[in-house]
Structure formats: C-alpha cells, structure tokens
C-alpha cells in the first residue's frame, strides 16, 4: 500500500533564514494523525540561507541524520567533532547521553537538506558523530545504502543505532530499479518526478514529496524524469 503526502500539504514553517517541510509533527506545526512512521519520527526539508544556521542547542537518546541536497553544513558539538558536509555527503550523530551542536550554512549559497530523527534502540550511549560521502553520478540497478543499524553494513554504509536502512541516489530518466523493504519505507522526491509501483498502487512523486510504502516487499521505480530518491526502510515500532 502507497500513501502518498504531497509537498502542499507538509507542515510549513518560516523563519527568513529557515525555511522548512515537515513531513511529520515537529515544533509548532502539529498533526494527529502525522506524528511519526514507526521508529521515524521527523523529516524536515530545510532550506538555509548563506551566513546563517542552528546555535548551539542539546539533544539525547536519538539517531539523527542529515542528507545534504545543495550547499554545505557545519557540524561542531562539545564533544569535539567538527566536519563540514556537503552537497552528495550525509552525516549521522548518535545523540546517546547527551550532547550539545551547531550546525551552520558558513558558504556563500543556499543549504537545502534532509533532517531525518530515528528513535535509538540504545539508550544513553557515548555521543558519536560522522559523515561519509557517496557516490553523487547516477546510478544503476540498485539504489546505493547510505544509513544502516545492522553490524553486517558497517563496512558499506554509517551506522545508526536502529533497525533501519536509509538509502539514496540519483536516477536518469528511464531507469527503472527493483527496491526490496524489510520492514515500512518512507520515500522522499529530493528532486524530479518517479512512479513508485507495489503492484497493487501506483503513485507518482514530484520534487518535495513524501510517500509511506506499508505492506508490501518490493516495490519498482520508475524515473520520469532524471531525479534524486531517498528511501529509509525503519521497523513500524
């Protein structure tokens, strides 16, 4: 089953030098019936302009990951992590007992990423932070892992502390790929436009859109245009 959330419907907030999509409740933008996807609990689209950002602020217990669109972010905690990530990178924090970061547009274009929160499955641990960049050509056949909290992808993608996958890449008009989802996926329309097919639904996503993908093992897709796709399989609790 495909539900699909267009990106006119997402919850909206702004703030001059934020501008943001929730794909779910977050801050002061509430929805009863749209407070998480199992263990997922936020999706926001931020758009971030030059010479501005996030102050320091706390967070604990919760996998955090960001996918970096266009631009650049800086990272820097009181952990002593500072990276930069950007455009074709992701970066993951692992919250665990506590931590305090900032995160910042320090180039001189706009920043868009995903901010994706997961639910720990391991409370309290050491705070860690990392990025990895991957490969930003379009790709074939498969979607490349990006995220993944099982001990056998440690080696192939950055590690959360949850049941869960987070995949990502490019696609040229035309390519169509077979996606197998282990447990729920929600699938984000980073750029371009796709069908997404179950066999039993069809759904087409536009740039900005979201879609849950329940009740069902593999889903075919199908790129309507060159387009960008990222898809995060999470366990439904």
């Known amino acids: 089953m495909i539900t699909l959330y267009p990106y006119t419907s997402l919850g909206k907030a702004s703030h001059g030098w934020l501008k943001s999509s929730h794909h779910f409740s977050f801050a002061n933008y509430y929805n009863p019936r749209r407070t998480g996807f199992g263990s997922l609990l936020v999706i926001n689209d931020d758009w971030v302009k030059p010479g501005f ?20 972010i800086t990272h820097e905690d009181n952990k002593g992590n500072k990276g930069v990530t950007t455009n074709g990178e992701v970066q993951v924090m692992s919250a665990g007992k506590g931590v305090v970061h900032s995160e910042f547009n320090r180039s001189k274009e706009p920043l868009s990423f995903y901010q994706i929160w997961i639910k720990t499955n391991k409370m309290n641990i050491e705070p860690r932070w990392e990025s990895k960049k991957f490969p930003n050509k379009p790709v074939e056949g498969a979607l490349p892992m990006l995220v993944s909290g099982y001990s056998e992808d440690k080696n192939k993608a950055l590690f959360i502390n949850q049941r869960a996958r987070i995949f990502g890449g490019k696609l040229r008009k035309g390519s169509v790929i077979e996606h197998d989802i282990n447990h729920q996926a929600y699938i984000l329309a980073s750029n371009g436009s796709f069908e997404v097919n179950d066999n039993e639904f069809k759904k087409t996503l536009n740039k900005g859109d ?17 387009c960008e796709i990222v898809l995060i399989d999470v366990a439904d609790q």
């Open 210 to 226: 979201g879609a849950e993908v329940i009740k069902t093992n593999t889903i075919t897709i199908t790129a309507q245009t060159n």
């Open 53 to 72: 950002g996030f102050p320091p602020h706390p967070h604990r217990n919760m996998e955090i990951i960001s996918y970096v669109r266009t631009g650049a």
